[in-house]
């Protein structure tokens, strides 16, 4: 998948960009780094095949305003974001804004190579009605309390809050966990989140949410 592929890297911090551009480019990938997210915007119109990695949370302008600031322009380029833990509700914005994957720091050389090569295979613009409605259907086979489960997950809960909220022990959440997993055939959170966006099951949590920014200030380079 590398060759002519070029990985754009945003992250405003140095030691992670410096890391992250010796691990892709030992993995035979191009790879151009960018401190802020305005540094890569100002390389648009993008030629040739590119995939963007960026950070969710970053000064001025964040991994989902940047996003967003994509579809708007038109520019269609597979994206991954990369979280810290916690961000759980913010990464299924991300999604939700385009995203084709998040993986949470710390990186795993492997997860990262393996979700490029994802993201790249996997350019299809919008969803099919068919993904919505087979998703829809292992939805109702979800009973209220899992769905209760799979709302706090993907509100970015941890298993001990969605216990609390529901009245219930944290090894029963666990449980429920597992059945809204296995229901809907999903073998990570972050294809629990694809499906849910496919169906617009997103939940905004206040506490998670980011606010815009309008303006679109220069970085130090």
Known sequence: MANDLTIHLVDDEEALRRSLTFLLASAGFAVRAHSCA????????????????????MPDVNGIELLQRLRLSSVNVPAIVITGQGDVAAAVQAM????????EKPLREEALIAAINLAMGQ??????????????ARLRQLTDREHQVLTG????????????????????????RANV??????????ELM??????????QS????ISPVDPWPACAR
Request: proline fraction near 2%; include cysteine; glycine fraction near 6%.
């Open 96 to 103: 939700k804004a385009g995203a084709s994957d998040f993986l």
């Open 38 to 57: 305005n540094a890569f915007l100002d390389l648009l119109p993008l030629s040739g095949r590119n995939c963007l990695v960026t950070d969710l949370r």
């Open 206 to 209: 206040s506490a998670e949410r």
């Open 153 to 176: 997950v993907l509100d970015g809960l941890q298993n001990k809050m969605i216990a609390y909220q529901l009245g219930i022990s944290s090894r029963t959440v666990e449980v429920h």
């Open 123 to 136: 350019r299809r613009p919008g969803r099919s009605i068919a993904d919505s409605e087979s998703v829809a």
């Open 194 to 203: 694809r499906m849910a966006v496919t169906v617009d099951m997103v939940v």
């Open 181 to 190: 997993m296995a229901k809907m055939g999903a073998r990570n959170l972050a």
